[in-house]
T-cell receptor, first 114, second 113 residues
């Protein structure tokens, strides 16, 4: 079965630095998402992306965050100036309709801000 | 605002036992409900998805039911195995907007050999 690929699997960054998390979704799907999971807490919705623009975003997704699909395939999440509380697992996901229906999540990027 | 609760938070059972995991949600106007499995430090593996018009879905030893009006879903695991040990997450989509999921905190299952 096709997979959603995320890179890197683990990233350590200094507080205040910019990070870019990358995702290669399966093509021809409707919606793409970023979620995060702080250790021991619930998986939380950050942002959805449809037709090359943001469809919806949560209150977590403030001006420090941005998403892009720069080349029509890769899907990126940028955090401009990381804070200690940004340390979490970040998941890319997509929503498929049609014959194979449902959500598929990537394996995640563990971001550690020090 | 949708809230999803999963009970129990943790469960330990001997191998071979049948078990039920519970999920409840506050807003019954859902589009679908999905159960995921998460192994420690790993991503989310989709197990079963139930459309709002459906009552249940089955895959192998897993059966998920949905009672939308009462805001409840159960995941039934038959003949549990040590390999079933993981955290099981329930998530609902409202269908409004972009179909994003609201997750419960999960039930951590340990199956003892």
């Amino acid at each position: 079965e096709p997979e959603v690929t995320q890179t890197p699997s683990h990233q350590v960054t200094q507080m205040g630095q910019e990070v870019i998390l990358r995702c290669v979704p399966i093509s021809n799907h409707l919606y793409f998402y970023w979620y995060r999971q702080i250790l021991g807490q619930k998986v939380e919705f950050l942002v959805s992306f449809y037709n090359n623009e943001i469809s919806e975003k949560s209150e977590i997704f403030d001006d420090q965050f941005s998403v892009e699909r720069p080349d029509g395939s890769n899907f990126t999440l940028k955090i401009r100036s990381t804070k200690l509380e940004d340390s979490a697992m970040y998941f890319c996901a997509e929503w498929r309709a049609g014959k194979i229906y449902g959500y598929t999540f990537g394996s995640g990027t563990r971001l550690t801000v020090v | 605002k949708q809230e999803v609760t999963q009970i129990p938070a943790a469960l330990s059972v001997p191998e071979g036992e049948n078990l039920v995991l519970n999920c409840s949600f506050t807003d019954s106007a859902i589009y679908n409900l999905q159960w995921f499995r998460q192994d420690p430090g790993k991503g989310l593996t989709s197990l079963l998805l139930i459309q709002s018009s459906q009552r249940e879905q089955t895959s192998g030893r897993l059966n998920a039911s949905l009672d939308k009006s009462s805001g409840r879903s159960t995941l039934y695991i038959a003949a549990s195995q040590p390999g079933d040990s993981a955290t099981y997450l329930c998530a609902v989509s409202s269908g409004a907007g972009s179909y994003q999921l609201t997750f419960g905190k999960g039930t951590k299952l340990s199956v003892i050999p």
